[in-house]
């Protein structure tokens, strides 16, 4: 049972460049997300997804890009990285949230530790 | 907006100590509270949750008591082992429907065995 799976664990960047973290879930999620952990600063939500096709801003959207094109993945994109970005980053699904839904859980991937030097 | 305020860490305590970590909220109407673990490495997982007042969530020894009087749900345990050494983030959702999760800063627990 494979949950959520993000790759890679860690990468450093120079400054200027480009990656893509990726993020895949098995659970046949609708909602997904991405979240930036910086120390101190809890978590702050990047963009979330309700369903393929479909993506949201969050909070902290400025400098990120992402796509849902399958139920299954939501990659974030970094194309000019900068040494802000430096954090760790979650990605998450869920269920529909809110509303009637009783099931208000995230299910988290371990994490990418991201350096930008 | 919403917000959390979690009590700041780090914690460290002995093997069998009681355990509060503090965390009040500022949102309006009747949110769900939620109460998340990171392990060291891993990611977040939900620990406990209560989705109305007075509520109390519980689960590994672990109770959190919805308040909505004084907008607070702070996580205790009475007994705690090494094995509880963690960040633990308090969280909430508002209640309109298709809100995101709001969290706390986290408070980083180490117990001395």
């Known amino acids: 049972n494979a949950g959520v799976t993000q790759t890679p664990k860690f990468r450093i960047l120079k400054i200027g460049q480009s990656m893509t973290l990726q993020c895949t879930q098995d659970?046949?999620?609708?909602?997904m997300y991405w979240y930036r952990q910086d120390p101190g600063m809890g978590l702050k939500l990047i963009y979330y997804?309700?369903?393929?096709?479909?993506?949201d801003k969050g909070e902290v959207p400025n400098g990120y890009n992402v796509s849902r094109s399958t139920t299954e993945d939501f990659p974030l994109r970094l194309e000019l990285a900068a040494p802000s970005q430096t954090s760790v980053y979650f990605c998450a699904s869920s269920l529909p949230m809110g509303g009637t839904t009783t099931n208000e859980k995230l299910f988290f991937g371990s994490g990418t530790q991201l350096s930008v030097l | 907006g919403n917000s959390v305020t979690q009590m700041e860490g780090p914690v460290t305590l002995s093997e069998e100590a009681f355990l509060t970590i503090n965390c009040t909220y500022t949102a309006t109407g009747y949110p769900s509270l939620f109460w998340y673990v990171q392990y060291p490495g891993e990611g977040l997982q939900l620990l406990l949750k209560a989705t109305k007042a007075d509520d109390k969530g519980s689960n590994k020894g672990f109770e959190a008591t919805y308040r909505k009087e004084t907008t607070s749900f702070h996580l205790e345990k009475g007994s705690v082992q090494v094995s509880d050494s963690a960040v633990y983030f308090c969280a909430l959702m508002g209640p309109f429907g298709n809100e995101k999760l709001t969290f706390g800063t986290g408070t980083r627990l180490t117990i001395i065995p």
């Open positions: 659970m046949n999620h609708n909602y």
């Open positions: 997804s309700v369903g393929a096709g479909i993506t």
